[in-house]
């Protein structure tokens, strides 16, 4: 029950992150995440949302470069165990050329 209001909480959350970035070059998009333990209250993932996508964090581990002709967007979170077997949040994000940029 407590996993389910965890989810409520996080439904306004999503919904405020904005839509779909439309671009012509999708081959430039890739998703990136971030993991949460399962315990994480609202709060914490609001925090965690709010710090990638600030740019005070980054969910790709400097695997693609950021800046301001890229977009980064909440795509999903998922439930998931992670290698220890735990459960884990995941905060799946959407990396992708910002069409307003060029």
């Not at 389910?4 to 970035?21: T, Y």
């Amino acid at each position: 029950m407590k996993t389910f209001a965890k989810f409520a909480a996080l439904i306004p959350l999503i919904a405020a992150c904005g839509g779909a970035v439309h671009s012509n070059s999708q081959a430039l998009e890739t998703e990136c995440s971030q993991t949460l333990p399962a315990n994480a209250d609202a709060l914490q993932m609001h925090r965690a949302l709010n710090a990638a996508l600030e740019g005070e964090v980054d969910p790709c581990g400097g695997a693609v470069a950021r800046g301001p002709s890229m977009n980064l967007s909440l795509q999903r979170v998922d439930a998931a165990l992670n290698a220890d077997g735990q459960r884990v949040f995941s905060l799946v994000f959407r990396v992708a050329p910002n069409a307003h940029a060029f």
